[in-house]
T-cell receptor, first 117, second 112 residues
Framework: KQEVTQIPAALSVPEGENLVLNCSFT??????LQWFRQDPGKGLTSLLL?????REQTSGRLNASLDKSSGRSTLYIAASQPGDSATYLC????????????????FGQGTILTVHP | KAGVTQTPRYLIKTRGQQVTLSCSPI?????VSWYQQTPGQGLQFLFE???????NKGNFPGRFSGRQFSNSRSEMNVSTLELGDSALYLC???????????FGSGTRLTVV
């Protein structure tokens, strides 16, 4: 059974800092890994999708890396801003006997990020 | 391009009642997945539909059911509501159900 852990559970930083959020998963046989952002009471916004054959993805100030062999992913946020304050969720999609997971993402508990002005 | 639309946004129901939630995927997406989010358990997978067929199911009781229509819109039904069913219910759509999921804003269900 896939388990996803995110560290730290909460993070509070001053504006402008570079920061790293960590995600680990127990089963390295994953199809892909996706990072999401969730604002309070809202749905999930996709940030980055890393296919299992890729090592990293970048979008603006965000960079995510994937190391399947060690079961780890990191999300790097450069020059943090107050608008980055949200919960960040890591989710992995694995395989079932049929060769795909058919829509099943396994999520971590998230990292609550607060960026102070 | 319209996103994933979930209706209603908020619901208040009484224990024992049943409820139906709706999800309209992005145009062209044929896969719809449903998730339950609670403070204690986080995000948990309920089920996934593709071309009107349920292909995957999570570990939820039979009170939770769903269906998908020919236009890919999906509904989720919860019967005999319990207090513990209070949660944010999210749906996600993708072209095939393999990666690249887009989530809706969710339906907040409160059972009293």
């Amino acid at each position: 059974k896939q388990e996803v852990t995110q560290i730290p559970a909460a993070l509070s930083v001053p504006e402008g800092e570079n920061l790293v959020l960590n995600c680990s998963f127990t089963d390295s046989a994953i199809y892909n890994l996706q990072w999401f952002r969730q604002d309070p009471g809202k749905g999930l916004t996709s940030l980055l999708l890393i296919q299992s054959s890729q090592r990293e993805q970048t979008s603006g100030r965000l960079n995510a890396s994937l190391d399947k062999s060690s079961g780890r992913s990191t999300l790097y946020i450069a020059a943090s801003q107050p608008g980055d304050s949200a919960t960040y969720l890591c989710a992995v999609e694995g395989y079932n006997a049929g060769g795909t997971s058919y829509g099943k993402l396994t999520f971590g508990q998230g990292t609550i990020l607060t960026v102070h002005p | 391009k319209a996103g994933v639309t979930q209706t209603p946004r908020y619901l208040i129901k009484t224990r024992g009642q049943q409820v139906t939630l709706s999800c309209s995927p992005i145009s062209g997406h044929r896969s719809v997945s449903w998730y339950q989010q609670t403070p204690g358990q986080g995000l948990q997978f309920l089920f996934e539909y593709f071309s009107e067929t349920q292909r995957n199911k999570g570990n939820f009781p039979g009170r939770f059911s769903g269906r998908q229509f020919s236009n890919s819109r999906s509904e989720m039904n919860v019967s005999t509501l319990e207090l513990g069913d209070s949660a944010l219910y999210l749906c996600a759509s993708s072209y095939t159900g393999e990666g690249g999921y887009t989530f809706g804003s969710g339906t907040r269900l409160t059972v009293v």
